[in-house]
């Protein structure tokens, strides 16, 4: 079994920051991606954050120049560092992992999901 545990969010105001983070534990041999993901009310899920194969990133248009996403292996993170939080980018962010859980399965890759954090950007 693999459990995410997501930190960080909160209230702000415009023009501030925030860093979301997120920890894997349990079962795992390797992790193939890891992202963050945005859902505002009344909205689809969407992407804001990803690395590609764990090292390529990958930006939302909305958010490119304002966040950055890091990974540390050590700790099984991914963590989004977000500056210059906007009204519109309140939402619960959650955090995914794609990985495998066994040697004698290493192309066998999961997704899982964090609970979700809220984000509140107030004007």
């Known amino acids: 079994q693999v459990q995410l545990v997501e930190s960080g969010g909160g209230l702000v105001q415009a023009g501030g920051s925030l860093r979301l983070s997120c920890a894997a534990s349990g079962t795992i041999f390797s992790i193939n991606g890891m992202g963050w993901y945005r859902q505002a009310p009344g909205k689809q899920r969407e992407l804001v954050a990803d690395l590609t194969d764990g090292v390529l990133e990958n930006y939302a248009d909305s958010v490119q120049g304002r966040f950055t996403i890091s990974r540390d292996d050590a700790k099984n993170t991914v963590s989004l560092q977000m500056n210059n939080l906007k009204p519109e980018d309140t939402a619960v962010y959650y955090c995914?992992?794609?990985?495998?859980?066994?040697?004698?399965?290493?192309?066998?890759?999961?997704?899982?999901w964090g609970q979700g954090t809220q984000v509140t950007v107030s004007s």
């Open positions: 995914k992992f794609l990985l495998a859980t066994s040697p004698l399965s290493p192309r066998t890759i999961y997704q899982y």
